[in-house]
C-alpha cells in the first residue's frame, strides 16, 4: 500500500517536473556553444500532459476512431507478435539449456556464443532480415524472429544456472536409485529451475517487447505500435501531442507483458504450493 | 574488568511477541581472566556477549566494562571483538582488514604497517598479509579476524562462537594459539561457545547459562594449570568437562527444553 | 588449461561458420535471406574505412552517453540507500521502466534537441543504461552483510565511515555487473537509435542504407561493425571491472 501510495507519488512528482520544465525553461532550450544541452520547451516539443491525455480522446484522423481505440488495437497486434516471439525464444532457450546441461562440450562451446550474442548489437540486423518478410515467411514473423531473438538468451542463461542448481546431494540420491538422465531431469532439475525460470522470462518478456517495437520499425512492418511511433513522430511538427500518445501506449504494452507473466509467476507459485 | 549487575533483557518489551532472552544475570570478570559462556541455543550466551559489547542495550541492570559504562567503553574502544563468521572485508588485503580499527581511530600510515605486521606475527600469517581473504582457508581467516581485534591493543576480547564453523583439528590448533596469544598479551576474554570441551580447555572459569528464560545458573571454576595438549587427557580435564555437563543439565532445566 | 578452454568456442564456431557457408551455396540461398558469410567478410574489407569512421561516431554517442547515465544512475542509487522510502519507492518504478521499450522514445528526443544533433541519441544511451546501473548499485548498496554492521558497531564507527568502508566497496561488484549490463545495452541503443531518424552519421543508419538498397552482404559487414562495437564496450567494462575489484580474481 505504502510502495503504492509512493509509486503514485513518483508519477505525480516526474509529471510535475515535465511541467515545471515546460514553465520555467525557455521555449528553445539552453545552447552553448551552439550544441543545445537543455530541450526545447515550447508546446512543439514538449506538449502539456493534458493536451496528450486530451489528444487520447480525439480522432487520428479527421473523422477516424479515436487514437485510444487505434493504439490498443496496434497494442493487441504487437502482442501477438512479442507472444509468439516469446514463445519461440523460450523453446530455442531452453532447449540450449538442457542441451549446455547434458552435454559438458555443448556448454563450453556454446556459453561464449550466447553470452556473446548479448554483448553485440545484433537487433541491429533487423533491417537486414526484412527482406525474409513475404518470401519465407509473412512480415510479422520477421519481426517475432527478432523479438525472439532477444528473448532467448535470459530464458538459456536463467534455465542453465536452475538445472546446474541441485545440490550433489540430491543428485547423488538420484544416482542412488539409479534415475535415468531424463527422470533425474523431470523430477528433480526441472522443478529446481521454477525460481529461476519466471525471473529469467519476465527479463525475456521485456526484451522481447523492445524487439517488437525496432522490429517493426526496421522491417516496416505495419499494425503495430512501434510502426505507431514512427508515423506519428513524423507528424510532430502538425500534431505534437500524438507522438506522445504512442509511447503511452508502448509502456501499455510492456507493463502488459511484464505484468502478465508475473500473473503467470503468482498462478504457478500456488499451484505448487496447494 | 566487567561487572554486570541485575542485568535483563526483554526483546519486543510491553508488545505481543515478548520474548525474555536474559532474566537476571550477574557476572563479574577479572582482569587477565578467560571467562567462557556456555549453554544451550536460545539460551542468551551471544544477547549477553553483546550487552557487554554495547551493541545492544540492556533492559534493566547495568554493565561496566573497564570501570566505564558499557557505551563508554565501546567508544573508547576497550574491547575488540571476534565473531563467529571472520566478516573481513573481501575488498582488503589480509594486511588493510587487520588494520581498519587503527585506520578508524587515525592511526597514521607507518604506525599502522608496523602494528599490523606485528599482529599477523602473532597468528602466525605474517606472509599472508598480501592475500585477499577469499584466498584464506576459514581457520585463517577467523585468525585474521583475530588479529583484527587485538590490533587496537585493546584490554578485552570479546568472542562471539569463533571457531565453531571450522572442523575440530582447526579448532583445536585455534584454541591453543588462542592461548598463546592471550598469554602474550595478557589480555581478558570473553568467550561464547556451546563446546563444553573447548569451553573447559580454555577457561578459567564457565558460566553455564539454560534457556527460556535465559539465566546464568552455575559458574564452574577450572584450574587445570599450564594449557598444553596432554591436558585434554588428563582426568582433572575429564572432571571438569562431567561438572561443566552436570551443571547444563542441572536440575532446573526440564527435558522439554531439549526439544526445539 | 587456457587453451583447452578455447578449443570447444573454437571448434563450435568454425563449424557453424563452414555450416553457413555451404548451406548458403549448396541450397542457393538468396543473398536477401542470408548471406554466405564469405560475401560478408568480402564486403566488410571493401567498407572497412566507412566502418571504422560510422563506428567511432557511434562509438562516441555510446561514450558520452554511458558516462552521462552512469554518474546520474550513481547518484540516483546513493539518494535512494540514503532515504529508505525513496529507495522502496522508486525500485518499482525503476523495474516498471526496464519493462518500456525506453528506445521508442526516440522520435520525441529528437524533437526535443535538434534532430541534426547526436545529443538525443545520446540521452536514449544514457537513459537505457540507467537503469541496470540504478538497479543493480542499489542492490549492492543495501546489501550489507549483518557481520560487518556489528563490527563497525563495535568500533563506534561514524555513519559516513561505515559507508566509505563497508557501504560503498561491498556495492562496486553490483555497480559493476550492472556497467556490463548498461556496455552492451548502451551499444545496443546508440546503433538502433538511428533506425528512428535524426543524425545519419553512425552505423545504424549504413545498416538501413545498406538493405534499402538490398545490398544485403553490406548490411550484415555493418552489422559486423556493430558487433565488434559492442564487444570493444563490454571488453572495457570487463576490464575496468578487473581492475577496480582486484579481490573477486583472488577467490582460491
Same mark, same amino acid.
Given at each position: 500500500?505504502?510502495?503504492?501510495?509512493?509509486?503514485l507519488?513518483?508519477?505525480a512528482?516526474a509529471?510535475?517536473?515535465w511541467?515545471?520544465?515546460?514553465?520555467?525553461?525557455?521555449?528553445?532550450?539552453?545552447?552553448?556553444?551552439?550544441?543545445?544541452?537543455?530541450?526545447r520547451s515550447?508546446?512543439?516539443?514538449?506538449?502539456?500532459?493534458?493536451?496528450?491525455?486530451?489528444?487520447?480522446?480525439?480522432?487520428?484522423?479527421?473523422?477516424g476512431?479515436?487514437?485510444?481505440?487505434?493504439?490498443?488495437?496496434?497494442c493487441?497486434?504487437?502482442?501477438?507478435?512479442?507472444?509468439?516471439?516469446?514463445?519461440?525464444?523460450v523453446?530455442?532457450g531452453?532447449?540450449?539449456?538442457?542441451?549446455?546441461?547434458? !552435454?559438458? !562440450?555443448?556448454?563450453?562451446?556454446?556459453?561464449?556464443?550466447?553470452?556473446?550474442?548479448?554483448?553485440?548489437?545484433?537487433?541491429?540486423?533487423?533491417?537486414a532480415?526484412?527482406?525474409?518478410?513475404?518470401?519465407?515467411?509473412?512480415?510479422?514473423?520477421?519481426?517475432?524472429?527478432?523479438?525472439?531473438?532477444?528473448? !532467448?538468451?535470459?530464458?538459456?542463461?536463467?534455465?542453465?544456472?536452475?538445472?546446474?542448481?541441485?545440490?550433489?546431494?540430491?543428485?547423488?540420491?538420484?544416482?542412488?536409485?539409479?534415475?535415468?538422465?531424463?527422470?533425474?531431469?523431470?523430477k528433480?532439475?526441472l522443478?529446481a529451475?521454477?525460481?529461476?525460470? !519466471?525471473p529469467?522470462?519476465?527479463?525475456?518478456?521485456?526484451?522481447?517487447?523492445?524487439?517488437?517495437?525496432?522490429g517493426?520499425?526496421?522491417?516496416?512492418?505495419?499494425?503495430?505500435?512501434?510502426?505507431?511511433?514512427i508515423?506519428?513522430?513524423?507528424?510532430?511538427?502538425?500534431?505534437?501531442?500524438?507522438?506522445?500518445?504512442?509511447?503511452?501506449?508502448?509502456?501499455?504494452?510492456?507493463?502488459?507483458?511484464?505484468?502478465?507473466?508475473?500473473?503467470?509467476?503468482r498462478?504457478?507459485?500456488?499451484?505448487?504450493?496447494? | 574488568?566487567?561487572?554486570?549487575?541485575?542485568?535483563?533483557?526483554?526483546?519486543? %518489551?510491553?508488545?505481543?511477541?515478548?520474548?525474555?532472552?536474559?532474566?537476571?544475570?550477574?557476572?563479574s570478570? %577479572?582482569?587477565?581472566?578467560?571467562?567462557?559462556?556456555?549453554?544451550?541455543?536460545?539460551?542468551?550466551?551471544?544477547?549477553?556477549?553483546?550487552?557487554?559489547?554495547?551493541l545492544?542495550?540492556?533492559?534493566?541492570?547495568?554493565?561496566?566494562?573497564?570501570?566505564?559504562?558499557?557505551?563508554?567503553?565501546?567508544?573508547?574502544?576497550?574491547?575488540?571483538?571476534?565473531?563467529?563468521?571472520?566478516?573481513?572485508?573481501?575488498?582488503?588485503?589480509?594486511?588493510?582488514? /587487520?588494520?581498519?580499527?587503527?585506520?578508524? &581511530?587515525?592511526?597514521?600510515?607507518?604506525?599502522?604497517?608496523?602494528? %599490523?605486521?606485528?599482529?599477523?606475527?602473532?597468528?602466525?600469517?605474517?606472509?599472508?598479509?598480501?592475500?585477499?581473504?577469499?584466498?584464506?582457508?576459514g581457520?585463517?581467516?577467523?585468525?585474521?579476524?583475530?588479529?583484527r581485534?587485538?590490533?587496537?591493543?585493546?584490554?578485552?576480547?570479546?568472542?562471539?562462537?569463533?571457531?565453531? %564453523?571450522?572442523?575440530?583439528?582447526?579448532?583445536e590448533?585455534?584454541?591453543?594459539?588462542?592461548?598463546?596469544?592471550?598469554?602474550?598479551?595478557?589480555?581478558?576474554?570473553?568467550?561464547?561457545?556451546?563446546?563444553?570441551?573447548?569451553?573447559?580447555?580454555?577457561?578459567?572459569?564457565?558460566?553455564?547459562?539454560t534457556a527460556?528464560?535465559?539465566?546464568?545458573?552455575?559458574?564452574?571454576?577450572?584450574?587445570?594449570?599450564?594449557?598444553t595438549?596432554? /591436558?585434554?587427557?588428563s582426568?582433572?580435564?575429564?572432571?571438569?568437562v562431567?561438572?561443566?555437563?552436570?551443571?547444563? &543439565?542441572?536440575?532446573?532445566?526440564?527435558?522439554?527444553?531439549?526439544?526445539? | 588449461?587456457r587453451?583447452?578452454?578455447?578449443a570447444?568456442?573454437?571448434?563450435?564456431?568454425v563449424?557453424?561458420?563452414?555450416?553457413?557457408e555451404?548451406?548458403?551455396?549448396? *541450397?542457393?540461398?538468396?543473398?536477401?535471406?542470408?548471406?554466405a558469410?564469405s560475401?560478408?567478410?568480402?564486403?566488410?574489407?571493401?567498407?572497412?574505412?566507412v566502418?571504422? #569512421?560510422?563506428?567511432?561516431?557511434?562509438?562516441?554517442?555510446?561514450?558520452?552517453?554511458?558516462?552521462?547515465?552512469?554518474?546520474l544512475?550513481?547518484g540516483?542509487?546513493?539518494?535512494?540507500s #540514503?532515504?529508505?522510502?525513496? *529507495?522502496e519507492?522508486?525500485?518499482?518504478?525503476?523495474?516498471?521502466?526496464?519493462?518500456?521499450?525506453?528506445i521508442?522514445?526516440?522520435p520525441?528526443?529528437?524533437?526535443?534537441?535538434?534532430?541534426?544533433?547526436?545529443?538525443?541519441?545520446?540521452?536514449?544511451?544514457?537513459?537505457?543504461?540507467?537503469?541496470p546501473?540504478?538497479?543493480?548499485t542499489?542492490?549492492?548498496? #543495501?546489501?550489507?552483510?549483518?557481520?560487518?554492521?556489528e563490527?563497525?558497531?563495535?568500533?563506534?564507527?561514524s555513519?559516513?565511515?561505515?559507508?566509505?568502508?563497508?557501504?560503498?566497496p561491498?556495492?562496486?561488484?553490483?555497480?559493476?555487473?550492472?556497467?556490463?549490463?548498461?556496455?552492451s545495452?548502451?551499444?545496443?541503443?546508440?546503433?538502433?537509435?538511428?533506425?528512428? *531518424?535524426?543524425?545519419?552519421?553512425?552505423?545504424?543508419?549504413?545498416?538501413?542504407?545498406?538493405?534499402?538498397?538490398?545490398?544485403?552482404?553490406?548490411?550484415?559487414?555493418?552489422?559486423?561493425?556493430?558487433?565488434?562495437?559492442?564487444?570493444?564496450?563490454y571488453?572495457a567494462?570487463?576490464?575496468?571491472?578487473?581492475?577496480?575489484?582486484?579481490?573477486?580474481?583472488?577467490?582460491?
Open positions: 500500500m505504502r510502495r503504492a501510495l509512493g509509486s507519488a513518483l508519477a512528482l509529471a510535475g517536473a511541467e515545471l520544465y515546460k514553465a520555467l525553461a525557455p521555449d528553445e532550450g539552453v545552447s552553448v556553444a551552439g550544441v543545445r544541452f537543455l530541450p515550447d508546446d512543439q516539443a514538449m506538449p502539456h500532459l493534458w493536451t496528450v491525455l486530451a489528444r487520447l480522446g480525439q480522432p487520428e484522423l479527421r473523422g476512431a479515436p487514437i485510444w481505440e487505434v493504439l490498443l488495437s496496434a493487441l497486434t504487437t502482442l501477438g507478435i512479442v507472444a509468439v516471439g516469446l514463445l519461440a525464444g523453446v530455442v531452453g532447449l540450449l539449456a538442457v542441451l549446455m546441461q547434458r !552435454f559438458g !562440450f555443448a556448454e563450453r562451446g556454446l556459453l561464449p556464443y550466447v553470452v556473446l550474442s548479448q554483448t553485440v548489437p545484433l537487433v541491429a540486423l533487423a533491417p532480415i526484412a527482406g525474409w518478410g513475404g518470401a519465407i515467411m509473412p512480415q510479422w514473423g520477421t519481426v517475432s524472429v527478432i523479438a525472439a531473438y532477444l528473448a !532467448f538468451f535470459p530464458v538459456a542463461v536463467g534455465l542453465l544456472r536452475g538445472l546446474q542448481s541441485p545440490t550433489p546431494e540430491a543428485l547423488e540420491l538420484m544416482d542412488s536409485y539409479s534415475a535415468s538422465w531424463w527422470a533425474t531431469l523431470v528433480l532439475r522443478p529451475s521454477l525460481p529461476y525460470l !519466471f529469467a522470462l519476465k527479463l525475456a518478456g521485456a526484451a522481447a517487447v523492445v524487439g517488437a517495437v525496432v517493426e520499425i526496421s522491417t516496416g512492418t505495419r499494425g503495430g505500435i512501434g510502426r505507431l511511433v508515423e506519428y513522430s513524423r507528424e510532430a511538427t502538425t500534431d505534437p501531442a500524438k507522438v506522445y500518445t504512442a509511447m503511452l501506449g508502448a509502456a501499455l504494452l510492456g507493463l502488459t507483458v511484464t505484468g502478465l507473466l508475473t500473473l503467470a509467476q498462478l504457478a507459485a500456488r499451484g505448487a504450493t496447494p | 574488568m566487567i561487572e554486570l549487575s541485575g542485568v535483563t533483557k526483554v526483546f519486543n %518489551a510491553g508488545r505481543p511477541g515478548e520474548v525474555t532472552a536474559i532474566a537476571a544475570a550477574d557476572l570478570v %577479572a582482569a587477565g581472566e578467560f571467562v567462557s559462556l556456555i549453554g544451550p541455543s536460545g539460551c542468551g550466551k551471544s544477547t549477553l556477549l553483546r550487552l557487554i559489547a554495547d545492544a542495550p540492556p533492559t534493566t541492570g547495568s554493565v561496566t566494562v573497564a570501570g566505564k559504562p558499557a557505551s563508554a567503553a565501546r567508544k573508547d574502544r576497550s574491547y575488540g571483538m571476534v565473531f563467529q563468521k571472520a566478516g573481513l572485508f573481501d575488498w582488503r588485503t589480509v594486511q588493510r582488514n /587487520v588494520e581498519l580499527p587503527l585506520e578508524l &581511530r587515525g592511526v597514521g600510515k607507518g604506525e599502522r604497517r608496523r602494528r %599490523a605486521a606485528a599482529m599477523l606475527d602473532l597468528v602466525g600469517l605474517a606472509e599472508f598479509a598480501g592475500h585477499y581473504p577469499a584466498q584464506l582457508s581457520g585463517m581467516q577467523q585468525r585474521v579476524s583475530i588479529a581485534a587485538l590490533a587496537d591493543g585493546p584490554p578485552l576480547l570479546l568472542m562471539d562462537e569463533p571457531f565453531g %564453523a571450522l572442523d575440530e583439528m582447526t579448532r590448533r585455534l584454541q591453543g594459539e588462542l592461548l598463546r596469544i592471550c598469554d602474550e598479551t595478557g589480555t581478558t576474554v570473553v568467550f561464547v561457545t556451546h563446546s563444553i570441551d573447548e569451553a573447559v580447555f580454555l577457561s578459567d572459569r564457565v558460566a553455564v547459562m527460556r528464560p535465559g539465566r546464568l545458573t552455575e559458574i564452574v571454576p577450572v584450574s587445570l594449570g599450564a594449557r595438549e596432554e /591436558v585434554r587427557q582426568p582433572e580435564f575429564f572432571a571438569a562431567t561438572e561443566v555437563r552436570r551443571a547444563l &543439565r542441572g536440575p532446573s532445566v526440564p527435558v522439554q527444553a531439549e526439544q526445539k | 588449461m587453451a583447452r578452454a578455447l570447444a568456442p573454437v571448434i563450435v564456431g563449424a557453424a561458420l563452414l555450416a553457413w555451404v548451406f548458403v551455396r549448396v *541450397g542457393r540461398v538468396a543473398p536477401f535471406v542470408l548471406p558469410p560475401a560478408i567478410f568480402q564486403e566488410f574489407l571493401r567498407s572497412f574505412d566502418i571504422v #569512421r560510422t563506428g567511432s561516431a557511434s562509438g562516441m554517442n555510446v561514450l558520452v552517453g554511458l558516462v552521462a547515465g552512469t554518474l544512475a550513481l540516483a542509487a546513493l539518494l535512494a #540514503r532515504f529508505g522510502l525513496l *529507495g519507492v522508486s525500485a518499482p518504478v525503476v523495474a516498471a521502466a526496464n519493462a518500456l521499450p525506453i521508442a522514445l526516440a520525441i528526443l529528437n524533437n526535443m534537441f535538434e534532430s541534426t544533433s547526436s545529443i538525443p541519441r545520446r540521452a536514449i544511451v544514457a537513459l537505457v543504461v540507467f537503469f546501473i540504478f538497479l543493480n542499489l542492490r549492492g548498496l #543495501r546489501e550489507v552483510d549483518p557481520t560487518h554492521t563490527l563497525m558497531d563495535s568500533y563506534a564507527a555513519p559516513w565511515a561505515f559507508n566509505r568502508l563497508v557501504r560503498l561491498g556495492a562496486a561488484p553490483f555497480f559493476f555487473t550492472g556497467l556490463r549490463q548498461a556496455s545495452l548502451g551499444v545496443i541503443a546508440a546503433v538502433v537509435s538511428e533506425y528512428f *531518424g535524426g543524425l545519419q552519421n553512425g552505423l545504424g543508419s549504413r545498416i538501413t542504407a545498406a538493405a534499402s538498397n538490398t545490398a544485403y552482404p553490406r548490411a550484415w559487414a555493418f552489422v559486423v561493425g556493430a558487433c565488434a562495437l559492442g564487444l570493444l564496450f571488453a567494462a570487463l576490464l575496468l571491472e578487473r581492475l577496480a575489484t582486484p579481490w573477486r580474481r583472488a577467490s582460491s
